[in-house]
């Protein structure tokens, strides 16, 4: 059990590592952004865009997809893969109207932003969905952890 653990530590460390690597590729190259006094109102909150939270929600997103992945390759029967998957998830949904903006501000072009915003309800539709049938399937299998 203990070394199933450290082993989720290390690719939780891996994918960390891992996607810093990916944000950097965008800072080698010259990005021409004016950021000086910028800032985009979001549902009535002003949100600041910086280039030091993508790497964090890139991270988000690649743990996200890494955890489901590995849920769903081992059935939802691993208790640590689920509880991984659960807190990544939450911490997601947490997080989501940050996440969305700092890749919509620094990705999309402004004039389709309210094009996709329905797609970005339904993604938030599909992680509750994901994190409710991943806490069922934790209750499933807690018996047969213990």
């Known amino acids: 059990m203990q070394r199933k653990i450290v082993f989720e530590i290390a690719w939780l460390a891996g994918l960390l590592v891992l996607s810093f690597l990916i944000s950097i590729v965008?800072?080698?190259q010259p990005l021409d952004i004016n950021m000086h006094d910028t800032y985009v109102m979001v549902d009535g909150h002003t949100y600041k865009p910086s280039l030091n939270s993508y790497p964090v929600v890139l991270y988000i997103v690649i743990v996200c997809i890494f955890y489901f992945t590995c849920c769903i390759v081992r059935r939802?029967?691993?208790i640590i893969t689920n509880g991984g998957l659960f807190i990544i998830v939450a911490i997601a949904l947490f997080f989501f109207g940050d996440i969305v903006t700092t890749f919509t501000v620094s990705q999309i072009h402004?004039?389709?932003i309210p094009g996709i915003r329905h797609w970005f309800y339904l993604?938030?539709?599909t992680l509750w969905i994901i994190l409710v049938f991943d806490v069922f399937m934790?209750?499933?299998n807690w018996k047969?952890?213990?």
């Open 76 to 78: 939802f029967r691993d």
């Open 138 to 140: 934790i209750g499933w």
């Open 144 to 146: 047969r952890a213990v």
């Open 110 to 112: 402004p004039s389709f």
């Open 123 to 125: 993604l938030r539709i």
């Open 26 to 28: 965008p800072g080698i």
